[in-house]
């Protein structure tokens, strides 16, 4: 059963107050899709992700703005009136590294259709979002929108000093990018094998000028408290891909012990659960490792080795079997046809950046 994807309702009503600044009569909208006034006063609720898809492209076109994912991603912090309980503990946490780290683990509070990453590549920091669904058909207004909230909360975070260097978009170059570049301030790539923004790594030893460890503590214990509210799994091998997951993408082992630890159940109990849904806990952790495999292998930034260790294979020779198994082909010849792709669509370079598929040299 896959996991279900959600939209925060302070997302929603963020995405109405910018349509109702911009001059647009939301009301048509609000009512034929049924959403509650004022879901910022309701922080546990979470939105369908078609439901939430059906108002923005309604939006979108009520809106005639080639570039209405740019502007909203441009006032998204603007627009959340008493800020947020997410943004408050990220303000108040030592370092961007840090504040980045929270971001990625508790990205599902929010907008539930990426999860992000940071990759260091020598002097380079990338910041990369990868989409989770394939149950909707996402375009350029997605795309553009969730860089740049990505993105102006780490202006907000640092104060409007950090630089970028690069961004890079997965969809074709619009006829017009000035507002892509005022925005960004930055060379602007498309057709892109990623979206991500490139920025230089010292700027995650950066500490935050209003960090407060306490508070920020205090912070995530309310988060937590909201996680538990908003995640309710339908079954639970839900439960268990959720944390297997959680687990791949923080980089530790995700073990049946550990697994059933979070869960507050035992092993045995956990075998058994998922014996009556018919399935295992290996069957499972199988269905997220190949996620997480070509999500690595996407990226580009992992050699075959780390990816192995990343995913809790025993060496890099067990790690290619499985991913032939799960491909049909091994993780060089995918590498190598991912590379293809990338100049066939970028035949000028594929970046100001000499960065690529690490997975192919090692």
């Known amino acids: 059963m896959k996991r279900k994807v959600s939209i925060s309702g302070y997302a929603v009503e963020v995405l109405f107050r910018y349509a109702e600044n911009t001059g647009i009569d939301t009301t048509p909208l609000r009512n034929l ?36 994912g740019l502007h909203l ?19 108040n946490c030592d370092t961007v590294e840090q ?10 509070l929010g907008i539930d259709v990426f999860e992000t990453q940071t990759y260091l590549e020598g002097n380079y920091a990338y910041r990369v ?33 950090i630089r970028f260097i690069e961004v890079h978009f997965p969809h074709s170059s619009p006829i017009d990018i000035s507002e892509h570049q005022r925005i960004f301030g930055c060379p602007i790539r498309f057709k892109q094998p990623r979206m991500e923004f490139v920025f230089s790594s010292e700027t995650l030893a950066w500490p935050l000028p209003m960090a407060n460890t306490h508070l920020a503590g205090e912070l995530e214990k309310v988060i937590h408290t909201m996680s538990g509210d908003l995640y309710r799994p339908d079954s639970w091998a839900d439960c268990v891909k ?17 697994v059933a630890s979070t869960l507050a159940i035992s092993p045995r109990q956990l075998q058994y659960r998922l014996e009556e849904e018919r399935t295992s806990f290996q ?27 990343l995913l809790g294979f025993s060496g890099q020779s067990s790690f290619n079997h499985a991913f032939k198994r799960w491909t049909g082909v091994s993780p060089r010849h995918y590498a190598r046809a991912q590379m293809d792709a990338a100049e066939k669509n970028n035949p000028d ?6 960065h690529g598929p690490s997975a192919i040299q090692k």
Request: hydrophobic residues 45%; contains cysteine; neutral net charge.
């Open 349 to 354: 370079g594929f970046s100001l950046l000499k």
């Open 242 to 258: 959720h944390q297997i997951r959680h687990l791949l993408w923080q980089g530790e082992k995700p073990g049946l012990e550990v």
């Open 129 to 161: 979002l990868e989409p989770v669904t394939t149950d909707v058909s996402l375009n350029q207004h997605h795309f553009e929108a969730a860089l740049c909230v990505s993105a102006s909360t780490l202006r907000f975070l640092t104060q409007n000093k």
């Open 283 to 309: 069957g499972l952790l199988d269905i997220c490792r190949k996620e997480a495999a070509i999500r690595y292998m996407n990226a580009g930034y992992r050699t075959l080795g780390e990816i192995a260790c």
């Open 33 to 68: 899709l049924g959403f509650e006034e004022n879901l910022l006063n309701i922080p546990a609720k979470q939105v369908s992700i078609k439901k939430f898809m059906a108002l923005w492209d309604g939006l979108v076109i009520q809106s005639g703005d080639p570039h209405f």
């Open 99 to 108: 504040a980045l780290d929270r971001m990625t683990r508790y990205q599902y």
């Open 73 to 91: 991603g441009e006032r998204f912090l603007n627009l959340l009136t008493g800020g947020s309980v997410l943004h408050a503990m990220l303000a």
